[in-house]
């Protein structure tokens, strides 16, 4: 059954909840501390003995804010000679939360519940061909009063606790077999803060004369205190060992709590290091002007997007949240978009047909404005991760697990068969194995997490090359142009190179280590005429 919206109140207000955690321990406030007016620094893990947690609602303030940042930024250029210029400079650039980031502590529980019914023995779910209108039951604070009196959920007092056990005993009564609902809780960490890039270059311009410019830059890039998501509950079907805040009964079944939360925190870090070099020329010299530049760099993260996740129609996983949920610092690695090596060249020649012998003869309206125009680019290829397609351990189904690594495959698309990227078509599996089914494992397959690395492996290169032809006719008597008649031949990846896309990443599933998709468009060529008055 498809899961289903539906609001528990009667006035959709835009107000926020936080998920905050606290110790049982007295007098004490760890991390996500519930008082109002109080705060510490000193955080204690989510994991660590005795923390529970209370959900409250419209917490004030959301998260601390942090007025410490600061942009500072300071340049250097020096004249070494009349031809050659050296730079220096360094910045850092203050990161604010923004309204998506925001939305981790609106729109959720109690004003946005998305019931999941599933089937259980002896308890089918029933299908009816129309809607069926879900009456929800009220929601009550710790103190046994409903949250919302009235239906009004724009006068509830900042740091309202939310009564969620008489909540979700309240919902099971409306299940098929009294399923149990686990709240999945979205909120943003007390201690989250603002995010820093600091950015620094060293290198130097050189004039050749004549219009040609030679540049060449070490740069490089700080990301500290990124915006990320951590499961402090890990994933769905997580064991008791791994899900804290999930309530388990002797059998191992979840019977209350929480299930999968999403925290907002700021700890992640990237870094950027590259030598970027140009060779420009703009002067009108022999009717040539050009850009050529190369690139050397690697970027390091982990995790290069806010919020991973598996696409629903998954060929090729790019990004996932953690392995495992409580050691995110594990996923460094390169980043998903991390390109060692590029090489791009833009170019336009104006041909000059005009001063060639025997076409002197011709009128200038043939041999004159005929220009070529060409981009290439060559780049090396991106990154990808191996995953095994099984729920490894007892974090729970995240689809983030992943294989040990035995032989490193020899990756190709030179073979007789291109696309088979790892070789060994239907045993590509072989490089890798899986780690179930091994004493002292954990989860339903009785295993562990792999060894293998995030973004271990890269993907085939790139390469294009586009080249126009383009002719430039004006029209006009007695020296008077009244306009410009321009023709164009364009030829896209002119020599059909075919670049070949990521191949399957999963282990288990479907063409493994095979590639399915193309990273580019076949040859294309079209004409146009265009008149410019």
Known sequence: ??????????????????????????????????????????????????????????????????????????????????????????????????????????????????????????????????????????????????????????????????????????VEVLTPGDETQLINASFIERNFRNGYIGTYTLGFDHDFGGGLILNAAYVGTAGVHLPSVFSPNSYAGADPAFAPFTQFNAAGQAIAGYGPESVMQSASHSSYNGLQTSLTKTSSLYGLGFQASYTYSKSLDDTSTVLGGIPANAGVILQVLPQNPRDPRAEKGPSTFDITQAVSLSLIWTIPFERVGFLQTLSPKVTQGWQVLNVTSIMTGPPFTVYSGIQQTGAGAGGTDRPDLLTMPDLSTRRTIREDYFGRGASNSSFFTIPINLAGGTGPNQGYFGTLGRNTFRGPGFQQYDIALIKNTPIGRGGAEWAVLQFRAEFFNIFNIVNFGLPSNTLLGTGFGVISKTAGPSRQIQFSLRLAF
């Open 1 to 170: 059954m498809s899961p289903r919206k539906a609001t528990s109140s009667t006035k959709p207000p835009f107000a926020a909840m936080r998920m905050t955690s606290t110790s049982r321990m007295p007098g004490k406030f760890l991390r996500g501390g519930c008082s109002p007016t109080a705060y510490v620094t000193n955080s204690t893990p989510l994991f660590a003995p005795g923390v529970r947690q209370i959900y409250t609602f419209n917490p004030q303030p959301i998260y601390p804010t942090d007025w410490a940042g600061f942009g500072p930024r300071v340049a250097l250029d020096f004249a070494a000679t009349k031809h050659t210029t050296f730079h220096a400079g360094a910045a850092i650039t203050t990161l604010l939360p923004n309204l998506w980031q925001t939305n981790f502590v609106t729109g959720g529980f109690p004003l946005v519940f998305q019931p999941l019914i599933t089937a259980s023995p002896g308890s089918p779910v029933p299908f009816h061909p129309t809607a069926v209108p879900l009456q929800l039951p009220t929601v009550y604070t710790t103190s046994g009063q409903p949250l919302f009196p009235g239906g009004d959920s724009t006068n509830v007092p900042p740091n309202t606790q939310i009564d969620v056990q008489r909540y979700q005993t309240d």
